[in-house]
């Protein structure tokens, strides 16, 4: 795995030298290198909801990511608020290339707003491109929400 470089502190009047911007340069080639995909969904944004009681996507374009790795383990984490209305049981499941990975994890129930965060491990990946998406459903009545008032983080990253 990569490791950023500390920019050294400029005081005022020093000058931003060539050396400065390779650093620079170099820790924003970390974060866009392949093997890495995020996305951050700001605070206001609509919220997430499902009542369906089979697993659908997840209705967000960032839920669904496509991503060059070279073999080695990767890391998907989601971290949000939810809410679901009901003592239903909520359930996540995290697929890849169009398969299970996990068989759906029940994840919440009771009807109070709490912070999610999921780690899913996936190895035995062969090299090369691969799809990653989040399904959920809701088991029983009622609906469940994934709230974006605090903002919602998605992140795959190869290890």
Known sequence: MSTYTTIPTLADGNLLTAAHMEILKADIDIIRTPGRYYYLKGAGEADLTEASTTFNDI????????L???????????????????????????????????????????????????????????????????????????TTTIYSAYGIWFEIREE
């Open 59 to 66: 209705a967000a374009p960032f839920t669904v990511a496509d």
């Open 68 to 142: 060059d790795t070279s073999g080695n383990p990767v890391r998907v984490m989601l971290y949000a608020g939810r809410h679901t209305t009901t003592a239903t049981l909520s359930e996540l499941d995290l697929i890849v290339d169009g398969l299970s990975v996990r068989g759906g994890t029940p994840v919440w129930r009771g009807a109070t707003n709490v912070p999610i965060m999921f780690t899913w491990i996936v190895d035995g990946l062969a090299a090369g491109p691969h799809d990653y998406n989040l399904q959920w459903r809701i088991n029983g009545a009622g």
